[in-house]
């Protein structure tokens, strides 16, 4: 009652703008100086504004789903940059970034939605160089050391558990350096893209134009369950917890076996499930979503016979351990 309605200007939305802020910089135990950042646009907004406001002539990007493909084909658009350095791996995999001095920026994905891989985050490069992370999917779910990052973002609809059109950036002050020398260059900024101008609402808990106040609300009230639970920690075990079910269960099965070859890699945000030829996916999809399961589909364009499962934690543990069960029985009905 004393939200939905108001401006976001005034007091009570602006108070929840902080509780986001203070939360987010407890919860990743923020070292001195990074600042929280947010606008509107999601995580694929960000991506423009980064390439406008982060990445000064080229980047190096690490290429190994969908979404990591999405960020490099943005710099490589870009007119003003040079085309972009791109170490790719095979699907189901991660490559690893390598030192170059011909970049500005590494950009990372922390967990690749479309193929269950996450990988682990370590600093790169010099000290002019900025590393810079996608962890939509990741953040919140997966272990962080912010001081090894410069630029760690992401959107509050999957680990956060809230809804999309926001996006949140945990930047450096390397970063913040490097928007303010790039914003004030010759460079066109428009001003919705310009990160300058989302660090200075921010530093005043506000956003530069109105925010979907039902997702800051959401996002408070997880990122404050999971501070309550104990924090990162806690959030990343419970998923690990779910993780271990779900890969566990893959292993022991003779018609499923976990798509990421290598265990190290594997996510335990968003788990992949390869099913044998004989036992078609979309057909076991279609029977959970008839009885309300939803969302066990793979990504469209891996083109897979394969389950993908959220495990991020505000999932019960106990719930994806339902969901083998209602799996097994769908698949016995199937083959029987
Ligand atoms: C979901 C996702 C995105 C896109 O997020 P939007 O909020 O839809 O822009 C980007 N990167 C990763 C890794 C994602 O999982």
Redesign the pocket.
Known sequence: MRLLGTSHRQPPVKKLVQRVREGISSLFDLPAGYEVVLGNG???AFWDAASLTLIERRSQHLVFGE?SSKFAATTTEAPFLEDPEVIQSEPGTHPLPRASSDVDAYCL?H???STGVAMPLQRVGSQDQLVLV?A??GAGGLPVTMSDLDGYYF?P??CFASE?GLWLAVLSPAAIERVQRIEASDRWVPTSLSVRTAIENSRQNQTYNTPAVATLFLLAHQIEWFLEMGGLNWAVERSRSSAAIIYGWAEDRSWASPFVANPEQRSSVVATVDLIDSVPAKEVSAILRENGIVDTDSYRKLGRNQLRLGLFPAVEPEDVAQLTRSIDWVVEALSG
């Open positions: 999601g995580a694929t979404f994905t967990n690749e939605t996608d939509t999917s959107s609809q999957k999309g």
